[in-house]
Every structure is written in structure tokens, then in C-alpha cells.
């Protein structure tokens, strides 16, 4: 209320023209008298909010470091997966590309047990194939390695 009343007479002084430069001198020191203990305890509590608001960059930047600490944990953890599971694919293909044209020629051992004129006709051309297609996928399978 005491404040109100001192800002009302400084308005109306002000308004009036009636303002002297003692008068405004006195509302002016009454005013700095008024204002001096808030403006105190507003630094204060400015003091205080830059304190928290510091604090909470603070954790907010831990948050982000711990954040991407456990994603780039994960993240090794999903490569070692994926470097396991490229063996496994890697171990698959070998085996392929020896026991594949392994079983071509297990398939082609009963031409040799028969002698039916026609299967013997077609010995030879089984055998360039099978050779080829053996080069062939060596060849492939070791370029590509």
C-alpha cells in the first residue's frame, strides 16, 4: 500500500507539472529507499534461478553422455552380432561351394555302373561339365573372397 501511495504522488506530481527539483529529489530517494530491499532480494533470487538453470544443463548434458554411451554400446554389441553371423554365412558358403559339385558328381557315378549305350554316349559330356562347373565356381568363390 506505502508503495502504491509514493508511485500514485510521483504520477501525480509528474501529471500536474507541479514536479520541483527538490520534490523530485525527495519521492526520488524515498523511491530508492522503497525499491533498494526488493531489488536486493530479486538479484538474490536471479542469483539462485542462474544456479538451476546451470544445474540443469549440467544434467541435462550428463543425460545426453549417458544416452549416447549406451547407444553406442548397443551399437558394438549389434556389429559383434553382425560379424557372427557373417561367419556363419561365410562358413555356409564354403561348405556350399565344396560339397555342391561334390554331390553333381555323387549324382553322376551311376553313369559309370551302367552300360546302357546312351549313358555311355553321355560320360564325356557329364565329365566336361562337371569340370567346368567346378572351375567355375572356385573360380568365382575365390575371386569374390
Not at 28 to 39: F, Q
Not at 77 to 83: D, G, T, V, Y
Request: with cysteine.
Amino acid at each position: 500500500m506505502n508503495l502504491h501511495r509514493h508511485r500514485d504522488d510521483f504520477m501525480n506530481f509528474i501529471k500536474l507539472g507541479r514536479c520541483k527539483n527538490a520534490a523530485l529529489d525527495e519521492i526520488l530517494s524515498k523511491w530508492a529507499k522503497l525499491i533498494a530491499p526488493r531489488e536486493l532480494k530479486l538479484r538474490a533470487l536471479l542469483e539462485r534461478i542462474n544456479r538451476k538453470r546451470e544445474e540443469v544443463e549440467s544434467l541435462r548434458d550428463g543425460l545426453f553422455n549417458a544416452t549416447s554411451m549406451r547407444e553406442a554400446s548397443k551399437s558394438i554389441e549389434m556389429a559383434e552380432i553382425s560379424i557372427r553371423q557373417n561367419r556363419y554365412i561365410f562358413i555356409f558358403t564354403v561348405a556350399t561351394v565344396f560339397y555342391l559339385p561334390l554331390g553333381f558328381c555323387v549324382f553322376g557315378i551311376h553313369l559309370y555302373d551302367s552300360t546302357d549305350p546312351d549313358v555311355v554316349k553321355g560320360r564325356p559330356k557329364f565329365l566336361i561339365t562337371i569340370i567346368v562347373i567346378l572351375v567355375a565356381t572356385w573360380t568365382i568363390t575365390s575371386v569374390g573372397y
